[in-house]
């Protein structure tokens, strides 16, 4: 994408119909494709501890006899309106086996009754959703990642949301949230320079996360400030709070006013491209990264008054399946704390030093220099980014007003607007 038609972007329609609400609307169909199917039988597996359910298209599985009596739906162990269990754990025999397994005579549902006298019914689509290993891939949680580099908005990677179709359209926020979990960045044009609109956009998705810089954070230069983010010295690449035990999950920078001449520009790195680049490259520096603790603080005053933050983190997070999850950095928060042997110290810097030269690295660096009324959101857990340095003068400053979503209220959003396109249909 060019840097006139990303200008034009705005007004293009199109670019609301990228495929995220497509690919929900489809994962539902092949979900409704999959409903409706009678149980045929429903056999004991005893040297498995569980039942084999067959349906009449022919698809199968096992459900462990324990897994249906914890799950059972009947009104003395669930309640629809908590969707919760009203049973205490303690009061359940893990060895227990029921005695009968009938499917109903339409097949719409199978009723189980234990040895204790116990009977509950579970719907055929009900056990068609819930197929452990087989079960269909949750539509927030387990899309593919895209990963980028400093072609990001040449490539047309980088979408560009209209603000103030954000404020109408649930459509909209549906495509920017899914585009700033699956991307990591997205770029909202048309706001006004008018100071509150970061807190507009949150209330959108639910509400802000509050840091002791205040609801929201406004970044100017500042005398005598606590923090290089209110100075005009170039911001070095980092990941926002990792001194906090849990740093904010996205970062929203509003553009209010931009410093005139040289300098100033953003800079962002995909941190989970590069890392697992650095996996591949070099394995060794990329154990030593997500396994040794590193610690941060961050120490001072501001809106609500002084603190002391300290934390402790790898420098690559890893999820179960060993793919990174978050990243921390932060060199002008990182301690002299290391509590580690100290024949580990020189591998640590070597494996931190080059993977610094990797997400410095031109090819991986998209730099963009904020307009006014730009608003760039992003993972904080994945994006590294800084600023360059920049002059405030009697006629020209720079003003960002920044805030913070948590991924908790994200997901939450995503899945409502999910149902609410469920019911609309």
């Known amino acids: ?23 929900f609307i489809t994962e539902l169909n092949h979900r409704k494709a999959d409903a409706g199917y009678s149980i045929q039988s429903a056999s004991h597996m ?24 914890d799950n059972c739906l009947c009104k003395q162990c669930y309640k629809p309106s908590l969707n919760s269990r009203t049973f205490s754990f303690t009061s359940l025999d893990v060895e227990m086996i029921p005695i009968y397994a009938l499917p109903s005579d339409d097949g719409k549902s199978l009723r189980l009754t234990w040895p204790d006298g116990h009977s509950g019914e579970y ?15 949750d539509v927030t949680f387990d899309s593919q990642l895209q990963h980028w580099d400093t072609t990001l908005m040449d490539s047309g990677t980088l979408r560009i949301f ?56 406004h970044v100017l230069v500042k005398y005598n400030a606590t923090n290089i983010a209110f100075t005009g010295k ?14 904010p999950g996205a970062q929203m920078i509003h553009c209010i006013e931009q410093a005139e001449g040289p300098g100033g520009e953003n800079w962002f790195t995909d941190g989970f491209k590069v890392a697992l680049d650095l996996k591949a490259e070099d394995p060794e520096a990329f154990h030593l990264l997500s396994n040794i603790l590193l610690e941060f603080h961050d120490i001072g005053e501001d809106v609500f008054g002084r603190f002391h933050q300290h934390s402790r983190h790898p420098t690559i997070s890893l999820d179960r399946s060993g793919s990174p999850d978050h990243i921390y950095l932060s060199d002008h928060g990182r301690m002299p704390m290391m509590r580690f042997p ?17 997400y410095h690295h031109p090819n991986n660096v998209f730099s963009y220099k904020l307009k006014e009324g730009d608003i760039m959101t992003f993972d904080n857990r994945r994006v590294i980014h800084g600023r360059g340095a920049f002059e405030v003068t009697s006629s ?30």
């Open 162 to 217: 209209n603000f103030e179709d954000l404020m109408s359209s649930d459509e909209a926020v549906y495509e920017w949230l899914m585009e700033m979990k699956l991307t990591g960045i997205c770029m909202i044009r048309g706001s006004s320079r008018m100071e509150g609109q970061v807190k507009r956009l949150g209330d959108r998705v639910l509400f802000l996360r509050s840091t002791y810089y205040g609801q929201t954070s």
């Open 46 to 69: 005893l040297e498995n501890h569980s039942l084999q359910v067959v349906w009449r298209d022919g698809e199968s599985q096992a459900y462990p006899y324990m897994w249906l009596r």
């Open 123 to 137: 719907p055929s689509d009900w056990l068609r959703q819930y197929r452990f290993e087989n079960s269909a891939p």
């Open 396 to 425: 020209s400053s720079r003003h960002l007003e920044t805030g913070y979503l948590e991924w908790d209220e994200i997901d939450s959003r995503l899945r409502l607007l999910q149902r609410q396109f469920m019911e609309g249909m």
């Open 234 to 247: 170039a911001f070095p690449m980092h990941t926002d709070l990792a001194f906090l035990q849990r740093p």
């Open 342 to 358: 100290v024949k580990q110290t020189q591998k640590l810097y070597q494996a931190l030093k080059k993977f610094s030269n990797m």
């Open 1 to 23: 994408m060019t840097e006139s038609s990303a200008r034009d972007a705005k007004a293009d329609p199109k670019v609301m119909k990228r495929p995220h609400l497509y690919r």
